[in-house]
């Protein structure tokens, strides 16, 4: 879809907000800003048609709300990320507001479950682009009491835009934490990150989908449902929290009515309260249409699917769904066979090395296995067929944790922590390897306790696994509801005295999302205590390797992060890496689990046998 209907429908709606502007600018003592950008021409990048456009109909609406608005657009000079950041760092700093609003327009991508908006310079100058999660988490920081980051961009794959080097600025200072106020930080998200199969060619997203986000957006506040609506101080307005299901019927319908099916929809992730909104009610509040119940989203899904193994309250959405809609959405996006996937691997996996610890690896064949000095790994298997499983077994010589190479037939590979009396089981698909988990070997003491929660811990692992796979395993609502279901997530994560190591990774990268960081530190000392080690991300997501890297004594395994999404955090978690994984990690593959492609793994490799890598 091209912008030109959504905004002649803008005109209209534009006229709307406008008349209202001097009611909007006499509403109570609010102080509130927004920076909004709109981006049509982004390096070699499609052209967009209406970003620009449709970042001044946005700047347009937030001024009649009385909204202080900074406006960058590529209509005459490029938009700079410098320029963003000094124009955020500036109201920041004034210590005042109450709310910021940033917009963005333009071309989007993921690269290792991080994202980036693209400026005008990107991808060619690599630094300018907006690292977006990273922002995401220096706005928490920024002691305002509630920042909305709203975002209409497609979030396509970084291979088919020549991106994995961009590795985007930060648009919020790094002031350190408030002690005073740690802001709520609202998300709208044009799309829902999914399996690779659901993401479009960026030059189809560009055809089909730009504007409508933004268009939906908009018309919340022309035409909201009666159900959306509060009357604060006799004042009609739409809560943060009230947008969720309606931009998902919005959208879907903007995009049928142009016989465009979609296979992403957008992503809401609210944790501000019942009195926070951006805009009040511009036009008639109507009743939802008639039959107006949308079908169950991959969030709906995920949500069914933790609770039915005991994981409730992580995502505050009320499907309304039938057990049929959300099973047949299951098996329609690849969600069941995902999950069924990592269960088998899990089930089917060897119960016991002589060694108490070593690795299963199904779904690639193996060709090297490598540790860090003082272990020993051979390869009793290489696998690779059907059925066929790659076994390696590790000698630990006495170190409780250590971090192994493993490096397939293709030439890609991952870099994982081998745990003491731990048999890591390890699968692997066309984008690399999608699971990792860690059950005891059934010589080791751990396993008496393992068996009793075994079939409860195997349905826990694939479903958490899966959810995260496809970016919905996370903890939403108000900060006493996070504290709730965080409370609750740590119940189901702990077997006995110990916490499952792949969970308690899960677990950590949901509480620092959730901006719950005692957890994290909780869930690190928990884990420390348990196994003698740290694994690296739950160490960085917890501060414990901030102002330095991992150590070299075999206590932080492995040397890097774990899950993909934990290289968008180094920077901002001011972790220092050894030069050989810096420089591999401009050769990672887009799964969910850290996989290097092939001459990532040769960096690596050769710097672990001549010892550069301990």
Same mark, same amino acid.
């Given at each position: 879809m091209r912008r030109r209907d959504f905004l002649a429908m803008g005109v209209?709606?534009?006229?709307?907000?406008?008349?209202?502007?001097?009611?909007?600018?006499?509403?109570?003592?609010?102080?509130?800003?927004?920076?909004?950008?709109?981006?049509?021409?982004?390096?070699?990048?499609?052209?967009?048609?209406?970003?620009?456009?449709?970042?001044?109909?946005?700047?347009?609406w937030l001024q009649s709300e009385g909204f202080e608005v900074k406006l960058f657009v590529d209509t005459v000079n490029p938009v700079k990320a410098e320029e963003i950041f000094d124009a955020i760092a500036a109201?920041?700093?004034?210590?005042?507001?109450?709310?910021?609003?940033?917009?963005?327009?333009?071309?989007g991508f993921i690269s290792g479950y991080s994202e980036y908006w693209m400026l005008s310079k990107a991808p060619g100058n690599?630094?300018?682009?907006?690292?977006?999660?990273?922002?995401? !988490?220096?706005?928490?920081? /920024?002691? %305002?009491?509630?920042?909305?980051?709203? +975002?209409?961009?497609? =979030?396509?794959?970084? &291979?088919?835009?020549?991106? !994995?080097?961009?590795?985007? /600025?930060? %648009?919020?200072?790094?002031?350190?934490? +408030?002690?005073?106020? =740690?802001?709520?930080? &609202?998300?709208f998200l044009a799309t829902l990150v999914g399996e690779p199969s659901f993401e479009l060619p960026v030059a189809d997203s560009v055809a089909k989908f730009e504007g409508i986000y933004t268009a939906s957006f908009l018309n919340a506040f022309q035409h909201p449902d009666k159900s959306m609506v509060r009357t604060l101080?006799?004042?009609?307005?739409?809560?943060?929290?009230?947008?969720?299901?309606?931009?998902?019927?919005?959208?879907?319908?903007?995009?049928?009515?142009?016989?465009?099916?979609?296979?992403?929809?957008?992503?809401?992730?609210?944790?501000?309260?019942?009195?926070?909104?951006?805009?009040?009610?511009a036009g008639s509040v109507r009743p939802p249409p008639a039959g107006s119940l949308v079908d169950p989203t991959i969030q709906d899904l995920a949500r069914a699917e933790l609770s039915r193994v005991g994981v409730r309250s992580l995502d505050v959405l009320d499907p309304g769904s039938s057990a049929q809609a959300i099973a047949s959405l299951a098996?329609?996006?690849?969600?069941?066979?995902?999950?069924?996937?990592?269960?088998?691997?899990?089930?089917?996996?060897?119960?016991?090395?002589?060694?108490?610890?070593?690795?299963?690896?199904?779904?690639?064949?193996l060709e090297l296995a490598v540790g860090t000095s003082g272990m020993r790994t051979e390869i009793l298997t290489p696998g690779g067929g059907p059925g066929q499983t790659a076994l390696v077994r590790v000698d630990t010589r006495g170190t409780r944790a250590g971090s192994v190479a493993l490096?397939?037939?293709?030439?890609?590979g991952t870099v994982i922590a081998a745990l003491d009396g731990y048999i890591g089981n390890v699968v692997v698909d066309a984008e690399g390897v999608s699971n990792v988990s860690y059950v005891p070997s059934q010589n080791n003491w751990r396993f008496s306790d393992y068996d009793q929660h075994r079939k409860h811990l195997e349905n826990l692992h694939a479903v958490?696994?899966?959810?995260?796979?496809?970016?919905?395993?996370?903890?939403?609502g108000e900060r006493e509801?996070?504290?709730?279901?965080?409370?609750?997530?740590?119940?189901?994560?702990?077997?006995?005295?110990?916490?499952?190591?792949?969970?308690?990774?899960?677990?950590?990268?949901?509480?620092?999302?959730?901006?719950?960081?005692?957890?994290?530190?909780?869930?690190?000392?928990?884990?420390?205590?348990?196994?003698?080690?740290?694994?690296?991300?739950?160490?960085?997501?917890?501060?414990?390797?901030?102002?330095?890297?991992?150590?070299?004594?075999?206590?932080?395994?492995?040397?890097?992060?774990?899950?993909?999404?934990?290289?968008?955090l180094l920077r901002l978690k001011d972790v220092r890496l050894p030069s050989a994984v810096d420089i591999a990690r401009d050769h990672l593959r887009g799964a969910l689990w850290t996989t290097f492609d092939a001459e990532g793994m040769g960096v690596l490799v050769s710097a672990l046998q001549d010892g550069r890598l301990r």
């Open positions: 209209t709606m534009t006229g709307a907000f406008a008349a209202r502007a001097v009611l909007a600018q006499d509403e109570s003592s609010r102080v509130r800003a927004a920076v909004v950008i709109g981006v049509d021409r982004a390096g070699h990048l499609p052209k967009l048609n209406g970003a620009t456009s449709g970042a001044r109909m946005v700047a347009g109201l920041v700093d004034r210590g005042t507001l109450d709310q910021l609003v940033v917009y963005f327009s333009g071309h690599p630094n300018e682009a907006v690292s977006f999660r990273e922002s995401v !988490e220096l706005a928490k920081e /920024s002691a %305002i009491p509630n920042v909305v980051f709203i +975002s209409d961009a497609c =979030r396509s794959r970084s &291979d088919s835009l020549g991106t !994995e080097r961009v590795r985007g /600025s930060l %648009i919020f200072p790094n002031r350190g934490v +408030s002690t005073g106020v =740690r802001a709520d930080v &609202d998300l101080n006799d004042v009609q307005v739409v809560p943060n929290n009230k947008l969720k299901a309606y931009l998902v019927r919005e959208v879907r319908a903007r995009a049928e009515a142009r016989s465009i099916r979609l296979s992403q929809l957008p992503d809401t992730q609210v944790v501000s309260g019942e009195d926070t909104y951006i805009a009040r009610v098996t329609e996006t690849g969600f069941a066979s995902a999950r069924d996937a990592i269960l088998d691997a899990t089930t089917q996996g060897p119960g016991r090395f002589e060694t108490q610890t070593g690795f299963a690896v199904s779904g690639a064949r490096r397939f037939t293709d030439g890609s958490i696994a899966t959810a995260a796979r496809f970016g919905v395993f996370r903890i939403e509801t996070r504290t709730r279901a965080a409370a609750q997530l740590a119940g189901r994560i702990r077997v006995l005295k110990s916490i499952d190591p792949t969970l308690g990774i899960y677990a950590a990268y949901a509480y620092a999302d959730a901006g719950l960081m005692n957890d994290v530190r909780s869930v690190r000392e928990y884990m420390h205590g348990d196994l003698q080690a740290d694994i690296f991300d739950v160490a960085m997501l917890s501060g414990s390797l901030s102002g330095r890297g991992p150590d070299y004594n075999n206590r932080t395994v492995p040397f890097c992060p774990m899950l993909s999404q934990g290289w968008g």
